[in-house]
């Protein structure tokens, strides 16, 4: 896949995915009115926020590396012809994932509204399903070797104090 189209599917994909899971399905849900703060604590919100400007550029350096790098897109359709282990990657094996679920939880936080901790939650094992069912074994067959090792010192969720770098 040329650049120009990985970064035009890239970029049609995160309209489609992520801005629906993180964006327009939490706005539906909320509407993004305010309720009382968790526990009457005014902290939870301000957590909220921040893992809102953590998640948002963590989904697009990811989404861009895919791009630029990997040379296709997050979707399965149209998969990276390299594996991407640059950036956020070099930290933890989905950090697509965990922005987005980063992203719902911070909204959840910010509005004081409990139904998108449990969609972000839900979300989340749905994504773990997926990735330990679907995407690890093509990622494997696909990369081989090269995934393999990068299996072996990047953690599939919780990310690495320091970054790992490929040999």
Request: charged residues 15%; positive net charge.
């Amino acid at each position: 896949m040329r650049k120009t189209m990985a970064v035009l599917g890239s970029a049609l994909f995160f309209v489609v995915a992520p801005s629906l899971l993180a964006g327009y399905i939490p706005w539906h849900v909320t509407q993004w009115q305010f309720r009382p703060a968790f526990l009457g604590v005014d902290l939870t919100r301000i957590l909220g926020g921040l893992l809102i400007v953590v998640g948002v550029p963590g989904v697009v350096d990811s989404f861009a590396r895919f791009a630029l790098e990997g040379l296709g897109t997050p979707a399965p359709i149209a998969p990276t012809q390299k594996l991407v282990v640059s950036g956020l990657y070099r930290f933890v094996r989905n950090p697509i994932y965990i922005a987005v679920v980063a992203v719902i939880l911070g909204q959840g936080l910010l509005f004081g509204d409990s139904r998108l901790l449990w969609y972000g939650a839900l979300l989340w094992l749905f994504f773990h399903a997926f990735v330990v069912m679907s995407e690890e074994p093509i990622l494997e067959e696909t990369f081989g070797t090269e995934y393999e090792n990068f299996r072996a010192n990047v953690p599939r969720w919780i990310p690495r104090l320091t970054p790992w770098r490929a040999a």
